[in-house]
C-alpha cells in the first residue's frame, strides 16, 4: 500500500515559520503532480499549492501567495512546504496529495481528483 508520509507541523507564534515535508514510503512520486491542502475544524478541505513533477509549474491559492513556497527534491523524493508569516487562520491540518499525472491537472482545486494521501500534520498558529 503506498503512503505519503508529511512532517514538520507544530506549534507556532502568528509571524512565524514552520516547513513541512512529504515523502512517499513504497515508492518514488518523482514523476507525479504533488499538492498540499488543509482543513480546519468544521471547514472543509481546501486547495493550498500544487508542483509539476518537474517543478516548473506551481499553484498557490490566493490567501498563501508571497508566504508559502512549494518546492520539490525529486532525487530525496520529497516535497517542501515552507511557511512564513503565519496568521492564525492557517490553522489546520495539512494534508500532501500526489496526483497520478506529471502535470497540474486543470482541475488541481479539487481534492477528490488526487489519487494517494498522507495522514495530516497539524499546524497551529496561536495569536
Known amino acids: 500500500q503506498v503512503q505519503l508520509v508529511e512532517s514538520g507541523g507544530g506549534l507556532v507564534q502568528a509571524g512565524g515559520s514552520l516547513r513541512l515535508s512529504c515523502s512517499p514510503s513504497g515508492r518514488t512520486f518523482s514523476m507525479y503532480a504533488m499538492g498540499w491542502f488543509r482543513q480546519a475544524p468544521g471547514k472543509e478541505r481546501e486547495f493550498v499549492a500544487a508542483?509539476?513533477?518537474?517543478?516548473?509549474?506551481?499553484f498557490y491559492t490566493d490567501s498563501v501567495k508571497g508566504r508559502f513556497t512549494l518546492s520539490r527534491d525529486n532525487a530525496k523524493n520529497t516535497v517542501y512546504l515552507q511557511m512564513n508569516s503565519l496568521k492564525p487562520e492557517d490553522t489546520a491540518v495539512y494534508y500532501c496529495?500526489?496526483?497520478?499525472?506529471?502535470?497540474?491537472?486543470?482541475?488541481?482545486?479539487?481534492?477528490?481528483?488526487?489519487?494517494?494521501w498522507g495522514q495530516g500534520t497539524q499546524v497551529t498558529v496561536s495569536s
Open positions: 496529495a500526489a496526483h497520478s499525472s506529471r502535470q497540474i491537472p486543470p482541475d488541481y482545486r479539487r481534492w477528490p481528483i488526487y489519487r494517494y
Open positions: 508542483i509539476s513533477w518537474s517543478g516548473l509549474s506551481i
